[in-house]
């Protein structure tokens, strides 16, 4: 019985190490972690017979050596024991890549980019579901892959998945693309770019040069036009893409696409073999607010037209779809404030587009664990529309320092989220503020396991006052 080792106890991990599992590997799950949480699962994966090593760095010492390692997305793709296996001549590979094997068979969309990945993701999966396809989304929201390939393979007429999938919705991160060198969509999508896990990636052109790699191997590639730096890369590269914009025709770059004109969401004639250019849909249908949910409608609406969706089950789609957990989600009003959980803003261009799509003065919750990036812009914003700002996490010390030094005195560190919400309440009484706004700029990991949690935190004490 070959050997397969997967490091990473998460959702993903588990998915997995059950998919090897049943393809008859004789696995080990490795976790540097313990805890009762992992310990329960530990006993459990046990019972299936597979083997949970905790507090367990992977060494590749031993005589008998995996002949595949599965890794978490989490984990980095560069560190020493996953170099050296790859030296080894071990097949070692993402999650996703093993998803991948398991379902190439079915077409894929995948949706990638810094931000609006989530939101055009489950966007795309609403409008395939509408219009009677089986098309589960999965990635960094919905499902791990895995599980997709595992119910598929296991068929029980009781499962999510007994249905033949038609399709499979996929939003990868530049961790996933990394560690997954054959995905090959059939449909892809770059929602932005601008400079994000510059810890893992160092530069600007690395992490620009995975994500391109899933672009390349995509069957069909549509692009956000209205991005810049995409935008002056599609200037020389990506001259068979399909290209969006909220600025009207003039403004795609390949002169086929989907664009926004007179309130109207409109198709180039370059699809489907039009006579002139279609009107798909009214944008006022759309429920999301903020420019940028207009540039993620026009990639949904891309993806849906190039997989043959009719403009009926598009419109209907859209109609109905109240927007993402933990993206600019309202929470409640209470006594005229909207209390709004934008906790997937794990960066300052997120975080910046939070702040534009909510009417000001807010009062600002941000902080958490800090990312790499330009601050700038984001902090022009918060001096345009952020009555006060409260800080929260490990960040405080040097947000409150970039705050000072850019001439905004108004912010307190208060900490933690209950204190936030709690003080966030009185300052904007205080100030005249309609909204208090949870829009983090930074990662979670400092206080939370992850930004669900951190959002989901944000709304007890939001639900309490």
């Known amino acids: 019985m070959p050997k397969a080792h997967v490091i990473g106890l998460g959702k993903s991990g588990v998915a997995a190490a059950r998919l090897l599992n049943r393809e008859g590997w004789e696995v080990e799950i490795g976790d540097t972690n313990t805890s009762p949480n992992l310990l329960q699962q530990q006993q459990e994966l046990a019972v299936e017979g597979i083997t949970v ?13 995996p002949k595949l390692i599965v890794v978490s997305p989490g984990v980095p793709w560069d560190i020493p024991v996953l170099i050296k296996a790859r030296e080894k001549g071990i097949d070692t590979i993402g999650e996703m890549e093993f998803a991948w094997r398991n379902l190439r068979s079915i077409p894929w969309v995948a949706v990638t980019g810094t931000n609006g990945k989530t939101t055009v993701t489950s966007l795309i999966g609403a409008i395939f579901q509408t219009a009677g396809f089986h098309a589960p989304t999965c ?39 990394e560690s997954s060198t054959s995905i090959s969509p059939k449909i892809g999508i770059w929602t932005t770019l ?18 391109a790699q899933l672009l390349r191997s995509s069957q069909m590639q549509i692009f956000n036009g209205d991005d810049p730096y995409l935008r002056k890369m599609g200037e020389t590269d990506w001259q068979d893409a399909y290209w969006t914009s909220i600025k009207g025709k003039d403004k795609l770059i390949t002169g086929k696409g989907f664009y926004i004109q007179d309130g109207w969401v409109v198709e180039t004639q370059h699809i489907a073999s039009l006579q002139e250019d279609q009107k798909i849909m009214p944008v006022s249908a759309l429920r999301m607010v903020g420019e940028h949910n207009l540039q993620n409608l026009l990639l949904s609406i891309a ?37 709004i959980n934008d906790s997937k803003a794990t960066n300052y261009d997120a975080a910046e587009v939070g702040l534009a799509s909510v009417k000001s003065p807010v009062i600002l919750i941000a902080g958490g664990a800090a990312k790499a990036g330009e601050d700038k812009p984001w902090i022009n914003k918060i001096k345009e529309k952020a009555a006060a700002v409260l800080l929260i996490g490990d960040a405080a010390p040097m947000f409150a320092k970039r705050l000072e ?10 900490g933690t989220m209950q204190k936030a919400v709690t003080h966030g309440f009185k300052l904007a009484k205080h100030h005249d503020a309609t909204v208090v706004l949870l829009s983090p700029a930074c990662a979670s990991f400092d206080q939370y396991a992850n930004f669900e949690v951190r959002g989901d935190d944000f709304r007890k004490w939001c639900l309490e006052l």
């Open 53 to 65: 090593k905790l507090g367990y760095s992977l060494e590749l010492n031993d005589t008998e050596l």
């Open 139 to 177: 990635g960094n929201i919905g499902h791990a892959a895995c599980e997709i390939a595992l119910e598929e393979k296991q068929g029980d007429k009781e499962e999510t998945f007994s249905r033949r999938l038609d399709w499979i919705i996929a939003e990868l991160s530049s961790y996933q693309i």
């Open 194 to 211: 601008t400079p994000d896990h510059l810890a893992r990636h160092k530069t600007v052109q690395n992490y620009y040069n995975i994500k």
């Open 303 to 339: 993806a849906a037209r190039l997989a043959g969706i009719d403009k009926e089950a598009i419109h209907q789609a859209i109609s109905e779809f109240a927007g993402v957990p933990h993206r600019l989600e309202h929470i409640r009003s209470y006594e005229g404030i909207d209390f």
């Open 405 to 414: 030094e850019e001439g905004y005195s108004n912010y307190e560190d208060v």
